[in-house]
């Protein structure tokens, strides 16, 4: 129930690269999904990308699909997203949480299965 703390975000020129990492619980019991959610001035927040390492599963949006990676680095307790090939359009708060549930699909980003939310750290991105 402890909020989450997301790091890495930054102001960077399109095209360059950010990491963002989020400090996990350490033992996080039986949470599936983990995932990315963003929000950008305006407008709604959307979830981004999610992974269920239990299963080998990953989900992307379509507009991050090729440029965007999420993983758990266990050895360091932390969910990270790797955001390669960055445009002005990722500008955003980026947001981790956790869930106990994991849907699977695209519904893996139902932000209404995730209870943990970290602040935030935002992200823009120059043209």
């Known amino acids: 129930q402890v909020r989450l703390v997301e790091s890495g975000g930054g102001t960077v020129q399109a095209g360059r690269s950010l990491n963002l990492s989020c400090v996990l619980p350490?033992?996080?019991?039986?949470?599936?999904?983990m995932g990315w959610f963003r929000q950008s001035s305006g407008k709604e927040r959307e979830g981004v990308a999610a992974?269920?390492?239990?299963?080998?599963?990953?989900y992307y949006i379509d507009s991050v699909k090729g440029r965007f990676t999420i993983s758990q680095d266990k050895a360091k307790n932390t969910l990270r997203l790797q955001m390669n090939s960055l445009k002005p359009e990722d500008t955003a708060m980026y947001y981790c949480?956790?869930?106990?549930?994991?849907?699977?699909?695209?519904?893996?980003?139902?932000?209404?299965?995730?209870?943990?939310w970290g602040q935030g750290t935002q992200v823009t991105v120059s043209s």
């Open positions: 949480a956790l869930s106990r549930y994991c849907a699977n699909g695209r519904y893996a980003l139902d932000q209404t299965q995730y209870s943990s």
């Open positions: 350490l033992y996080i019991g039986q949470i599936n999904c």
């Open positions: 992974i269920y390492p239990g299963a080998g599963f990953e």
